[in-house]
C-alpha cells in the first residue's frame, strides 16, 4: 500500500512494465516532484487506497481488453503495446473466496475462462497470487500444482524456477515475509510467461530481505526479456 511514497525505491530497478496489487487509485497518487512519473498507467478496484496498478515507464500502453470478466475482479487481462510489440499481461492479485481460505480457486477459474486467450503468444501472469504448493490439497482441484500443471499445458511457465531450475514449493528466494517476520518466508509472487518469452529471458531477480522490508511485506520480483 501507499505506492506514492514507495515508488522512487523500485524505480531503481530501471522498470519499463510495473505491477503493483494493493495500490492506491490515480486521484491518490501524488508523487514527490524528484520522482519519474509513469508514461500511462491503468488501476482497477473498488477501494480507493487499495486496488491494482499497472505502470508503464516506457513507450508501451496499457488497456483493459474487452474480454474481462469483472467475476475475477483482480485477474486484469491487459494489452500492452508499442510499435514493435503486443502482450497481453494478465495482473493478478488473487483475492480469498467467502467460502474458504484457498486463494487459488479465483486464479484457476479465471484461466479457465481465458482459456483460449492463454493459447496466443507473448503472454504474461504476473502479480500476487497469494498461494504455493506447500498449501495444496489433494483432493482440491483448485490447489496451486494443478494451476502450474495447466499453465505448463498451454506453454506457460514459472520465470523464476525456471531461470533458477527450481521446482514449485521449494523456493529458495521468498517472495513474502508474513508480518515482516524473517523466519517466516514464503513464496507467493509469480511470473510466469510463454514459452517464446521464456526463450528471450535474460534474468529473474528476487529483492532481499534487508533492502525491502522497510516497504513493505513483500520483495519485488523483477524478470528482464530481450526482445
Known sequence: MAF?????????????????????????????????????????????NKG???????????ELLSIHNPDFRYVLPLSVSNHKINFTIFAIWAQKPE??????????????????????????LIGDFNSSSIWDKPNRVYNHSNLVDF???????????????EEQGEETAPTLFMHKKLERPYHIDFCFASNDLIDKMEYVEIGNYESWIKHSDHKPLTVKFEL
Open 4 to 48: 506514492r511514497k514507495k515508488a522512487e525505491f523500485i524505480l531503481t530497478e530501471q522498470l519499463d512494465i510495473l505491477i503493483v496489487p494493493e495500490c492506491e487509485s490515480p486521484d491518490k497518487l501524488i508523487f514527490k516532484n524528484e520522482v519519474t512519473k509513469p508514461s500511462d498507467l491503468f488501476w482497477y478496484g473498488k477501494n480507493l
Open 52 to 62: 491494482i496498478g499497472v505502470f508503464s515507464y516506457s513507450d508501451f500502453k496499457i
Open 99 to 124: 467460502k474458504h481460505d484457498c486463494y487459488t480457486e479465483q486464479v484457476w477459474n479465471a484461466v479457465h475462462f481465458y482459456n483460449e486467450l492463454l493459447d496466443n503468444d507473448n503472454i504474461i
Open 151 to 165: 499453465l505448463k499445458n498451454k506453454n506457460i511457465r514459472s520465470t523464476y524456477h525456471t531461470f533458477n531450475n
